[in-house]
């Protein structure tokens, strides 16, 4: 399975990527060096492993990703952080940097997301969001506050 990440094709990596998925905490050390590939789609399936993983490891590793170059890398690493926390209000200071990110679907992620925290502590970012230069943006901020609101 090593050898098809470090030297197979770009679906025999995708395949084994998808099959380290099932490994749990054991794929860690084989997929962590993937964060690095030139290869976005790599860094993304590796994002989705490493949370599979059960390990508090996986965290700061997503919290890096944030910052990749790549937007759809940014977006998976959102979702994964914010499905990932046993205590989801800790993942909350995450996700507020993420409200920032230059990319609208990076955005609406942090929002749905900190919504499904259910935590009306960020409503005051999200009201701040309300007046995003993106109508999408926008219209999930008013549904997540109307719901934040609700509960």
Sequence with gaps: ???????????ERRSALDSLYELGA????????LL????PELRRRAIWV????GDEAFRPLAQAALYDKDENVRYD???????SWDQPRQVIPVLRKALMDP??????????????????????????????EDRLVRSAAISAIETLRVE
Aim: net charge negative; hydrophobic share 45%; aromatic share 2%.
């Design 36 to 39: 690095s590939s030139p290869d």
């Design 1 to 11: 399975m090593e050898s098809a990440l470090r030297s197979g094709s770009e679906s």
């Design 77 to 83: 690493a959102v979702l994964a952080l914010g499905a």
């Design 103 to 132: 990319d609208r679907w990076v955005r609406v992620a942090a929002i749905e997301s900190l919504r499904a925290v259910g935590d009306p502590s960020v409503l005051a970012e999200l009201e701040t969001l309300t007046r995003d």
């Design 50 to 53: 490493l949370s599979n993983a």
């Design 26 to 33: 054991e794929s860690i050390p084989v997929v962590k060096p």
